[in-house]
């Protein structure tokens, strides 16, 4: 009999940094409905929920570490999901400004960013004629300026200091090269094996959205790390669903969430989280694979446990 594949892992990343207010009412911004939308995902099947912060009063970006304390236990205390916090969430912040909230609250993941990019959303821009915040338009506009800037020194640095907190890394790899980074990054070592690698794709500055993009850098982590990681596949807005449902059949996990894609369908914005999760969850089950619990997301990633974080 074949070996029976094991379940996939969804992770739902809640707000993000990209997207402001304007593009979408479902885009959570209060802690109030970070919190509420994050465990709806979670009832929805996501076993890792992925959060950035943002100020309550306009939706802007924020990693000042109050901002995750307002939404961080009152999702403990209603889910057991995997909590993974985001040590991304500015383009234009130092690399200790943004662990800051991680190590505050010792979740038991985050995200690292693997390699400097160009990273920009400016074209979102020219789709608006009206803003509902002030700060909006400069911010989408102004993206064409941005190098989201990830030395060596910078993720030796994050490493160093998260060391002791016992996070697990869900290393963000925009292009082929972010993979090599890793790869040294490992030769080092500051990351011990198995690592977890989010493969991104379609984002302005890093690599594109095509199927034959995924099947080569599934290729190149193979050669580089054999049976020493685990993966997942981020497509940013269209690519979402069909990028996920690949890799769900490739033997990966998935990430959706509004932090990628605000839509539900061509054309037709998502009306929540859940509803993305919702979807997903529905491919992968009709498609004969399962999805996992906390528990199992535990297990595959070697996780410390919701009991040892900071919240």
Not at 229 to 238: F, H, I, K, M, T
């Amino acid at each position: 009999m074949p070996r029976k594949k094991p379940p996939v892992v969804i992770t739902c990343a809640i707000t993000g940094a990209i997207h402001t207010p304007t593009m979408s009412d479902a885009l959570p911004y209060t802690p109030e409905d970070i919190a509420a939308q994050a465990i709806a995902a979670s009832e929805a099947g996501a076993a890792i929920l992925h959060l950035h912060a943002r100020r309550p009063q306009d939706g802007g970006v924020t990693i000042d570490p109050e901002a995750f304390a307002a939404f961080l236990p009152r999702i403990r205390q209603s889910t057991d999901a995997v909590v993974n916090i985001s040590t991304g969430g500015s383009l234009t912040n130092s690399i200790d400004e943004r662990i800051a909230p991680a190590l505050r609250f010792s979740p038991e993941m985050c995200s690292l960013n693997m390699g400097s990019m160009n990273f920009s959303f400016h074209p979102l821009a020219r789709r608006y004629d009206t803003w509902k915040f002030d700060w909006e338009r400069d911010y989408v506009a102004r993206s064409d300026g941005n190098i989201f800037r990830n030395t060596f020194a910078d993720i030796e640095n994050a490493a160093n200091q998260l060391a002791p907190h016992a996070i697990k890394f869900e290393h963000e790899c925009y292009d082929v090269g972010h993979l090599y980074n890793l790869r040294f990054c490992m030769d080092i070592g500051l990351f011990k094996a198995p690592v977890f690698i989010q493969f991104i794709f379609g984002i302005l500055g890093g690599i594109g959205p095509e199927v034959d993009n995924l099947v080569f850098m599934k290729r190149t982590a193979d050669r580089l790390f054999g049976d020493d990681y685990r993966w997942s596949v981020l497509g940013a807005g269209g690519a979402q669903m069909p990028l996920a449902t690949t890799a769900s059949q490739m033997g990966g996990n998935v990430r959706v969430g509004l932090e990628d894609s605000l839509l539900i369908a061509r054309g037709k914005l998502a009306e929540s989280n859940a509803q993305q999760v919702a979807k997903i969850r529905r491919i992968i089950e009709d498609l004969g694979s399962e999805v996992a619990t906390p528990g199992q997301a535990r297990e595959i990633l070697g996780l410390k446990g919701a009991d040892r974080v900071g919240f």
